[in-house]
């Protein structure tokens, strides 16, 4: 069978963040790699707003330029976008999804570069980075922030075996960190994301998948906002992504989670916080 451009994904379709994807952006149907014009495509079909993300321009078409990514983006009005790869793909289906969200992290990261130059990263930045590239969303409706405490504390076997039933109704994941949607092309135990909690209303399950999206990038801009979180240490949270309900098949069996290498107790120093 010869390989497609998009066989990872394809293989990938039972895993929650990649049927998501496809729900949203229907990617199988692609012949080739969307790349900056189809990506702009995809703008005009699912963006009301034509303002709402910048435009997607191949990297070997942008002006000659020093700027780093994020000035080129602040300055230009564009995503530079490399052609044929996982990692920019992904970066800007994240845009479409939440293009407040992506603008506010676009403007953090400006707001320090000018304060204090593009290195060394300051605190703020590398927690906006991290996030970037490695974020989970989890929502939970009112009443059930119980799940979000025990993730916390690494209860992983009670919040996701003993409660599993709860996902998808009362708590609901979503991939915010497109470096890790480009492993979860090809999971591995050790595979970690971080995580970051919002509360929605109840019912938010029953909502079109659009209405969800548009409340979790309002929601997300009032909490990086909120006496401006990624100022401030550890404000993101450790999750094995391959253990998140509807994530990876050898989930479905209590077993997967003993391994406590991967799902990893939470250590006395740090629970006595």
Not at 163 to 172: P, Q, S
Not at 199 to 205: E, L
Request: negative net charge.
């Amino acid at each position: 069978m010869i390989a497609t451009w998009h066989s990872l994904y394809l293989a990938q379709l039972d895993c929650q963040p990649f049927a998501h994807l496809e729900s949203l952006f229907l990617l199988s149907q692609f012949p080739t790699w969307p790349n900056a014009a189809g990506l702009n495509g995809l703008k005009a079909t699912h963006q009301a707003d034509s303002d709402a993300t910048p435009d997607f321009v191949c990297q070997s078409d942008l002006l000659e330029s020093d700027d780093y990514y994020e000035q080129i983006i602040f300055k230009q009005g564009h995503i530079p976008t490399r052609p044929d790869g996982w990692h920019d793909l992904f970066n800007a289906l994240i845009w479409l999804q939440f293009p407040k969200t992506k603008s506010l992290l676009n403007q953090l990261h400006i707001a320090d570069i000018s304060q204090f130059g593009v290195s060394p990263r300051t605190l703020r930045r590398n927690n906006l980075t991290h996030f970037d590239e490695c974020g989970v969303v989890l929502l939970v409706e009112e009443g059930h922030e119980f799940l979000l405490e025990g993730l916390a504390q690494h209860q992983w076997h009670s919040v996701m075996v003993e409660n599993r039933a709860l996902w998808g109704d009362k708590i609901h994941s979503l991939m915010f960190g497109h470096a890790n949607l480009e492993m979860l092309l090809q999971p591995f135990i050790g595979l970690t994301g971080k995580w970051l909690g919002i509360s929605v209303a109840a019912g938010f399950a029953q909502l079109p998948a659009k209405q969800q999206l548009a409340i979790v990038d309002e929601k997300l801009v009032e909490k990086l906002t909120e006496s401006d979180l990624f100022a401030h240490k550890k404000v993101l949270l450790p999750i094995p992504l391959l253990g998140i309900p509807g994530w990876h098949g050898a989930n479905q069996h209590p077993e997967f989670y003993q391994n406590t290498d991967y799902f990893r107790p939470k250590s006395q120093r740090l629970a006595a916080k």
